[in-house]
């Protein structure tokens, strides 16, 4: 079904991995477009609660494969965001299961701003971020001018963008760029512990989480405290809810099954 990734599922966890080793997973419109199908098959598979996101080889993603962008003729960038990668962006936040970056190797450009779309990202400690943009001359996209100031501040994010500077994994933790870093020799199996982890909880919970969130980004406090109400309401009417109040009274663990 797919030729740029991968898609697999396992114990829950749906393992996407964008399979273009030799050109370090750099991004086509084919790759675009999978990417964003992936998402929603693993959106409406109720066998799916978590979904873990990565790169073959020794790359996690270089970004826009600039052999389809070069030429005589001039490149329609805005043509080919509204078209390939805002959808596939956008997809990202409307999926609402978990959805974790395991970052392998470089992302750069498009590909660390996907990865910053994420909602958990991992890092091997040979992995690195480039925000590659300013060295070609052009602007963060692809999400990197949201994600960027609102997961470091925009002092940082600035520099960032304004410098192309790498980041290694180190540096990324310690600026909330990354949420682990796991050393390479043991970093597939790290991540997919922590994706199983996180495939164990009340799934619908962590949507409702993950959207109400997201809205509260761009709401005032009063409107938040009522998407809150409403998002309370739905996640009460869930089978999850029911297990995790009756496994607190017979003090055990939980036993969620994302329903």
Known sequence: MFETIVYEVSEAVAVVTMNRPDKFNAFTGQMNREITEALKQAQKDPEVRCILLTGAGRAFNAGQDLGEVTGDSQVDFGGMLRNRYNPMILQFQKTEKPIIAAINGVAAGAGMSMALACDIRLASDKASFVNAFVNIGLVPDSGGCYYLPRIVGIGKALELAFTGEKVSAEEALRIGLVNQVYPAERFQEEALAYARKLAMQPTRAIGLIKRTMLKGLE?????????????????????????????FLDKRAARFTGR
């Open 219 to 247: 709401m005032g406090l009063e409107e938040t405290l009522q998407y809150e109400a409403f998002a309370q309401e739905a996640a009460g009417s869930t089978a999850d809810y029911k297990e995790g109040v009756q496994a």
